[in-house]
């Protein structure tokens, strides 16, 4: 059963059997907002292009990021599975994509935060319906949603945060708006998160 989550609520991500979750995908969707005005008609909708990423810290240090430059953390625990240059057709699949290999992730990795950022300088203003989920990668099962809340701008949002709690794994919406166009601008308003 899908959690709806709301800003800096945290959820646990072991199962309901007890057991620990091994692996997670946490999806990235979005659409284009309809232009308005004349021409929008006759030029249709803009492409957006809002980039995924995955920063691993250590004692809040950055240790690895994965993001559509380096799909792949150093270790092979977290990949991305390629860059959406232009989101979604109103399907509501997931975008872009990284996969968390929860039982591969180093030891010293204590947090491993979600942020997207809009590589093209675009404002959330011109995204709609965009959310990110996690979902358990053995059985398909959504665990949960961040609704992205659009307009404003911004061009950056801090999503949220896995991080390790007593022997497992927590998940907290984030949400957080901030401005930039790659994961290093975000670096320091990331930080009051860790």
Known sequence: MSVNLSKGQQVSLSKADGTALTAVRMGLGWQSAPRKGFLAKLTGPRAIDLDASALLFSRGQLADVVFFQHLSS?????????????????AGGDDETVLVDLGRVPGHVDHIVFTV??????????????????????????????????GGPHTAQIMAALHRERGGWQLKAIGEPATGRTFQDLLPAIATHL
């Open 117 to 150: 950022n809009s590589f093209t300088g675009q404002t959330f203003a011109e995204v709609q319906n965009a959310f990110c989920r996690l979902v358990d990668e053995t059985t398909g099962e959504e665990l949960a949603r961040y609704t992205l809340s659009g």
């Open 74 to 90: 150093n270790d092979g625990s977290v990949r991305h599975l390629g860059d959406n240059l232009t989101g979604g057709s109103g």
